[in-house]
Nanobody
Framework: QVQLVESGGGLVQAGGSLRLSCAASGRNFDINAMGWYRQAPGKQRELVAG???????KYADAVKDRFTISSDNAKNTVYLQMNSLKPEDTAVYYC?????????????WGQGTQVTVSS
């Protein structure tokens, strides 16, 4: 069983930056893919950035050239660096990790962290 704990959200002015962290805990698992999603009021959850592992890193058009997904394998942590933030980036952000455990694939989700960008 893998649990994800998110941190780094908060209130920031337009043009500012934030770095979200997602720490994975568990044992005997291998991360296969990782991603960040967000959900704004009245909207569906959408993919912000995804790393399929061995494939191309994908970003939503709205965040290209501003957000960067990365990871630190030694710390089992996934990051989302967000620069040049805009009010439309305001949402609850969720991390997602797909992992292998005993030759089977599973998914884990973070609890969500609020990002609010003021104008």
């Amino acid at each position: 069983q893998v649990q994800l704990v998110e941190s780094g959200g908060g209130l920031v002015q337009a043009g500012g930056s934030l770095r979200l962290s997602c720490a994975a805990s568990g044992r005997n698992f291998d991360i296969n893919a990782m991603g960040w999603y967000r959900q704004a009021p009245g909207k569906q959850r959408e993919l912000v950035a995804g790393d399929s592992g061995g494939g191309s890193i994908k970003y939503a058009d709205a965040v290209k050239d501003r957000f960067t997904i990365s990871s630190d394998n030694a710390k089992n942590t996934v990051y989302l660096q967000m620069n040049s933030l805009k009010p439309e980036d305001t949402a609850v952000y969720y991390c997602n990790v797909a992992y292998w455990y005993r030759l089977r694939r599973y998914d884990a989700w973070g609890q969500g962290t609020q990002v609010t960008v003021s104008s």
